[in-house]
């Protein structure tokens, strides 16, 4: 009886684990596919951090933010609905032998704020996250042994397209958001946000302290300085000086949108801010930007004109790289720079566009969905595309989940249809023989 009780909470144990590791794995791997430009620009951080900042120009950082969105959430599906569990499982385990030590550097060093393990959606600390990892670690070492003990809410017939469906699925939802803009927009930057509401800071708050060190070296031995004791020897030599963090306080949501016109080097933040209506064309890099929607964004810029609306385009790139992209597109709208780090924030996509109505974001376009003349048939207010966008966060995570449980229920649902029916055959023959037999 005992040996009975144990075998029943190790069962119960297990399963505990592996829906644990399920929903984490589901989640985490969803959020990157929903934003994979965040888990590029998250890998580069690391690349830098590592030193290998040469990396981040070609195409492995997109490549490593695709395969981590992908096995992550076909991980978390295998071990939904118990298939592959033997695979499953020694992935899992593997999968946490690399990022708990990976995290634990993290913290001791910390190089970057946030790993960006479940990207602008959930924010831990390095400390945080490296505990959360021990967890999954534990959690992942008692499926990997007792994998076995896993009950499957599919027949061994049908995992084969429940685990084919999983991943399609995710490979193509990383595709669209990839093309095209996240589905989920965690970032203050999101269709509805109120700019100029995030950049106030409420009266009577306690703001953050920083503090700039320098360093500086002499003999070849580098030391530290602050303003209080910075050095009057001119023998030191400067080497670098970083801001550091020494009290927290409040921080308002967006605090670095700054523009500033590429013509006259005036702040037009405040211009563009309170205009009724505005387009910026968003480009961190013209260098690098897509140039094949030029003709699109020529017919928006020339309907702002029409209709009075600002328009601008906002990069971080140099005034000679502003100057060859003009050469080659015969780009006549206006120019302006922003910091590039916002600009990356603010959309997904380069370039992208953005549209806002008295500093309210209405509407953004990444570059393959820029709007057509069709869509720009007249005033903006009084067109569907010059009013914020009414679906709502439930919306989509109710759409999300009929698209991703919707086949799969219906496959579950077929495969115990066929069950059923497999059984009655089994049956129907054995009732025939008694039925001869008592007539014999």
Same mark, same amino acid.
């Given at each position: 009886?005992?040996?009975?009780?144990?075998?029943?909470?190790?069962?119960?144990?297990?399963?505990?684990?592996?829906?644990?590791?399920?929903?984490?794995?589901?989640?985490?791997?969803?959020?990157?596919?929903?934003?994979?430009?965040?888990?590029?620009?998250?890998?580069?951080?690391?690349?830098?951090?590592?030193?290998?900042?040469?990396?981040? /120009?070609?195409?492995?950082?997109?490549?490593?933010?695709?395969?981590?969105?992908?096995?992550?959430?076909?991980?978390?599906?295998?071990?939904?609905?118990?298939?592959?569990?033997?695979?499953?499982?020694?992935?899992?385990?593997?999968?946490?032998?690399?990022?708990?030590?990976?995290?634990?550097?993290?913290?001791?060093?910390?190089?970057? /704020?946030?790993?960006?393990?479940?990207?602008?959606?959930?924010?831990?600390?390095?400390?945080?996250?490296?505990?959360?990892?021990?967890?999954?670690?534990?959690?992942?070492?008692?499926?990997?042994?007792?994998?076995?003990?896993?009950?499957?809410?599919?027949?061994?017939?049908?995992?084969?397209?429940?685990?084919?469906?999983?991943?399609?699925?995710?490979?193509?939802?990383?595709?669209?958001?990839?093309?095209?803009?996240?589905?989920?927009?965690?970032?203050?930057?999101?269709?509805?946000?109120? %700019?100029?509401?995030?950049?106030?800071?409420?009266?009577?708050?306690?703001?953050?302290?920083?503090?700039? %060190?320098?360093?500086?070296?002499?003999?070849?031995?580098?030391?530290?300085?602050?303003?209080?004791?910075?050095?009057?020897?001119?023998?030191?030599?400067?080497?670098?000086?970083?801001?550091?963090?020494?009290?927290?306080?409040?921080?308002?949501? %967006?605090?670095?949108?700054?523009?500033?016109?590429?013509?006259?080097?005036?702040?037009?933040?405040?211009?563009?801010?309170?205009?009724?209506?505005?387009?910026?064309?968003?480009?961190?890099?013209?260098?690098?930007?897509?140039?094949?929607?030029?003709?699109? %964004? +020529?017919?928006?810029?020339?309907?702002?004109?029409?209709?009075?609306?600002?328009?601008?385009?906002?990069?971080?790139?140099?005034?000679?790289?502003?100057?060859?992209?003009?050469?080659?597109?015969?780009?006549?709208?206006?120019?302006?720079?922003?910091?590039?780090?916002?600009?990356?924030?603010?959309?997904?996509?380069?370039?992208?566009?953005?549209?806002?109505?008295?500093?309210?974001?209405?509407?953004?376009?990444?570059?393959?969905?820029?709007?057509?003349?069709?869509?720009? /048939?007249?005033?903006?207010?009084?067109?569907?595309?010059?009013?914020?966008?009414?679906?709502?966060?439930?919306?989509?995570?109710?759409?999300?989940?009929?698209?991703?449980?919707?086949?799969?229920?219906?496959?579950?649902?077929?495969?115990?249809?066929?069950?059923?029916?497999?059984?009655?055959?089994?049956?129907?023959?054995?009732?025939?023989?008694? +039925? +001869?037999?008592?007539?014999?």
């Amino acid at each position: 009886m005992e040996n009975k009780y144990i075998h029943r909470a190790v069962y119960a144990g297990v399963n505990v684990c592996r829906f644990l590791l399920a929903i984490v794995f589901l989640f985490s791997g969803f959020i990157k596919a929903n934003d994979p430009m965040g888990t590029v620009y998250k890998v580069q951080d690391y690349f830098e951090a590592w030193g290998m900042a040469g990396w981040n /120009s070609g195409f492995v950082p997109y490549l490593i933010a695709w395969i981590m969105a992908i096995v992550e959430f076909t991980l978390g599906s295998y071990l939904l609905f118990g298939i592959r569990r033997r695979l499953a499982s020694v992935s899992c385990l593997l999968f946490m032998l690399v990022m708990t030590p990976l995290t634990l550097w993290l913290a001791v060093a910390n190089p970057i /704020s946030d790993c960006g393990c479940f990207g602008d959606a959930v924010h831990l600390s390095n400390w945080d996250t490296f505990w959360k990892n021990v967890v999954l670690l534990l959690a992942s070492i008692v499926v990997f042994f007792r994998n076995r003990s896993i009950f499957k809410l599919v027949t061994d017939k049908m995992d084969w397209l429940v685990a084919m469906y999983s991943t399609v699925f995710i490979f193509l939802f990383t595709y669209f958001t990839l093309s095209h803009l996240p589905v989920f927009d965690f970032r203050p930057y999101r269709i509805g946000a109120d %700019i100029k509401a995030g950049m106030e800071i409420p009266e009577g708050v306690k703001l953050p302290v920083y503090e700039t %060190i320098f360093t500086y070296q002499k003999d070849g031995v580098q030391k530290e300085f602050t303003i209080d004791n910075f050095p009057t020897d001119s023998t030191w030599k400067f080497v670098e000086s970083k801001t550091v963090l020494k009290e927290k306080g409040y921080e308002p949501p %967006i605090k670095d949108f700054v523009i500033v016109s590429n013509e006259d080097g005036f702040d037009i933040t405040d211009e563009i801010l309170n205009s009724d209506y505005a387009f910026l064309l968003v480009s961190p890099w013209l260098e690098n930007a897509d140039d094949s929607s030029m003709d699109l %964004i +020529n017919e928006v810029y020339d309907y702002s004109l029409d209709h009075g609306y600002k328009f601008y385009c906002v990069t971080a790139s140099s005034d000679e790289a502003i100057a060859r992209w003009q050469d080659y597109t015969g780009a006549e709208y206006p120019f302006a720079t922003m910091d590039e780090i916002t600009l990356k924030t603010i959309i997904r996509s380069n370039p992208g566009l953005l549209l806002l109505k008295d500093g309210v974001v209405i509407r953004k376009w990444s570059n393959f969905s820029f709007p057509d003349e069709y869509q720009l /048939s007249g005033p903006l207010d009084e067109l569907p595309i010059g009013q914020i966008d009414e679906n709502t966060f439930w919306t989509k995570v109710t759409e999300m989940l009929v698209w991703f449980f919707g086949p799969l229920i219906l496959f579950i649902f077929i495969d115990l249809l066929w069950l059923s029916i497999r059984r009655r055959k089994k049956v129907v023959p054995v009732s025939k023989h008694n +039925n +001869n037999e008592k007539k014999n």
